[in-house]
């Protein structure tokens, strides 16, 4: 594989280019030094077809046209070392300067809100459901409600595991402020401004086992109850 000195690593190349593709945005610009160190990359040589070539691209300066999407043999060089830069990308976020760098992303909003209205555009964040390539496309997770969602921010079209499961806890663990101690507030129906009994979604839902008899019905009663020694009582 062809080696790069500190003098071919220019401000540029393949990596800002394939970062400021529109939808590439969640990615961070990977430090050439972590690259190269041979310790951060164990392991991934053998998940990468063309790793040689697909490195080479990786670290090299040259930016690629629409005539070379057109030939085949670089079509699958590049496929390979958007796989490889992926990967490493998922290692490079937990370090200590990628989650400092994912922090300055996440609190402005980089990777969008939680879609769920009762947890008021809370900021969310990355992850992937496996560390596997081809499994599934990444999501994000709001560290508020603890749920997972599909990205609505742009034409998010980025592998998973580019970023991996572990990611928003190891976030939240480096930099515990960013940790959300209330969860989302609960929705309760209503009509005409009374609770409504015995539906879906309410407090006082009945609920039912595989035979469909009551199972809280008691639990329900006594709550109905209190609430009106409640009402006596005042």
């Known amino acids: 594989m062809e080696q790069y000195s500190d003098s071919d690593m220019e401000d540029g190349g393949w990596i800002q280019w ?13 430090d050439e030094d972590y690259i190269r160190d041979q310790f951060n990359l164990y392991g991934i040589r ?4 063309n ?16 005539d070379d999407f057109r030939d085949p043999t670089y079509l699958a060089t590049y496929e390979s070392a958007m796989d490889l830069y992926g990967l490493i990308h998922s290692r490079f976020i937990l370090s200590p300067k990628g989650l400092a760098m994912m922090r300055e992303k996440y609190i402005t909003g ?33 560290p508020r409600c603890e ?46 401004g009374f609770k409504i009994f015995g539906m879906r979604g ?25 609430k009106r020694t409640d009402a006596y009582d005042n």
């Open 110 to 142: 980089t990777f969008g809100v939680c879609p769920r209205v009762k947890c008021k555009r809370q900021y969310a964040m990355p992850i992937g459901s496996s560390h596997n390539l081809n499994e599934s496309r990444v999501k994000i997770f709001c």
């Open 202 to 226: 309410s407090h006082y839902e009945f609920k039912y086992d595989e035979h469909g008899n009551q199972t809280n019905s008691q639990a329900i009663l006594e709550i109905l109850e209190n």
């Open 147 to 192: 749920d997972v969602y599909v990205p609505k921010h742009g034409a998010i079209d980025i592998d998973g595991a580019y970023f991996g499961p572990g990611f928003p806890m190891a976030l939240t663990q480096a930099y515990p402020e960013l940790s959300v101690e209330d969860g989302p507030d609960q929705y309760i129906p209503k009509l005409y």
């Open 18 to 30: 394939f970062c400021d593709l529109d939808g590439n945005d969640f990615l961070l610009e990977v």
């Open 51 to 66: 790793y040689e070539k697909a490195m080479d691209m990786i670290l090299g300066q040259d930016i690629p046209d629409s």
């Open 46 to 49: 053998s998940m990468i077809k």
